[in-house]
């Protein structure tokens, strides 16, 4: 449950960043005043303020003061935009093209970038990680749960790797993906072998077998993004 605050916040990011996303306010637009906002969505004044704070965070829009709230173009946007954009989506057929994008993205991620650099591990390392495989696979029937643990699985590895910028990118890529899970009731069919081959990547990266692992990992990838292509195909609109 929000906080009545975070729920003002909600309420003004709804209003002004579903507008601004999807095109109603285009660029160069600027926004309703405070009190317009304050009125149209309820929300007090300073709690509109810290909206439009986090809006100018995202660079979906610029505050001037004496000047008003101007929306920029969608080329200045900040990535942390992304769970916003795929919130405010009003079908598929709009959020196909960008969902694809963010996979591509995450497989980058955890399969090219992981392997650039980084601390060598030691066995036992990944212990945790080897916990969130097993913790996903309990929640396959539940699309949401299944992706919290995948991808905490990713972040553990990449911490313990010391590649924290990496890990700091996942995490804007990570809630996205997981707030399409939890907006879709659905079930994800998990690829064959997703325990076994994760338990063969984590036993290389810990023998520092890099080769053996990056090998493992694109494979795991190739049939995870097949299963979420196919699921995303499903939910296609004619």
Do not use: C
């Not at 509109?48 to 660079?59: I, Q, T």
């Not at 919290?148 to 590649?163: A, N, Y």
């Not at 690829?191 to 795991?220: Q, S």
């Amino acid at each position: 449950v929000r906080a009545p605050e975070d729920s003002g916040i909600w309420r003004v990011d709804l209003a002004s960043g579903r507008e601004i996303t999807y095109g109603t306010y285009g660029p160069g637009v600027r926004l309703p005043p405070e009190r317009e906002l304050t009125r149209v969505t309820g929300a007090s004044r300073i709690t509109v303020r810290r909206a439009l704070a986090r809006l100018e965070s995202w660079r979906l829009v610029e505050i001037t003061h004496g000047s008003g709230t101007v929306v920029l173009p969608r080329r200045r946007w900040s990535f942390d935009v992304l769970p916003a954009f795929i919130r405010h989506a009003t079908s598929f057929r709009e959020l196909r093209p960008v969902l694809l994008e963010t996979l591509s993205l995450r497989h980058l991620l955890v399969t090219e970038l992981l392997f650039r650099g980084g601390n060598r591990l030691r066995p036992g390392d990944l212990d945790a990680a080897r916990e969130q495989v097993r913790l996903a696979i309990a929640a396959k029937d539940d699309l949401g749960g299944f992706l919290r643990h995948d991808l905490e699985k990713s972040r553990i590895v990449l911490e313990k790797r010391g590649l924290i910028a990496t890990l700091w990118l996942l995490n804007s890529v990570a809630d996205a993906v997981v707030h399409v899970a939890q907006t879709v009731p659905a079930r994800l069919a998990v690829p064959a072998g997703y325990v076994a081959g994760h338990m063969k990547f984590f036993d290389a990266l810990e023998a520092g077998d890099l080769e053996r692992a990056h090998a493992v990992i694109r494979r795991l990838f190739q049939r995870q993004d097949a299963a979420i292509l196919a699921f995303l195909a499903g939910m296609g609109e004619p």
